[in-house]
């Protein structure tokens, strides 16, 4: 049995910074893509970053230059670093892995951006 484990959410003011991580623990392998999506209240989730075997990263056009996603295959370890954080951020932000065994979803870590 696979399960994701998410940390590192919380409240911070504007403009300031926040470090998720997502630990994959069990029967995983073959990972292909790892990503970070989020919920904002009264809307669908959304695809923030991704980071694909061999390092291509892509994110969300409102991320970008403000949010780094990076992956530790070794320890079957997904991060995002957030910086710049705006109000707009506030959001549950979800970690997914897609591997030879399945798609994965972690339970979710809450971010809130306000002062």
């Known amino acids: 049995q696979v399960q994701l484990v998410e940390s590192g959410g919380g409240l911070v003011q504007p403009g300031g910074s926040l470090r998720l991580s997502c630990a994959a623990s069990g029967n995983i392998f073959s990972i292909n893509v790892m990503g970070w999506y989020r919920q904002a209240p009264g809307k669908g989730r959304e695809l923030v970053a991704a980071i694909r075997s061999g390092g291509i990263t892509n994110y969300e056009d409102s991320v970008k230059g403000r949010f780094r996603i990076s992956g530790d295959n070794a320890k079957n370890t997904v991060y995002l670093q957030m910086s710049s954080l705006k109000p707009e951020d506030t959001a549950v932000y979800y970690c997914?892995?897609?591997?030879?065994?399945?798609?994965?979803w972690g339970q979710g870590t809450q971010v809130t951006v306000s002062s």
């Open positions: 997914n892995i897609i591997a030879g065994p399945g798609n994965y």
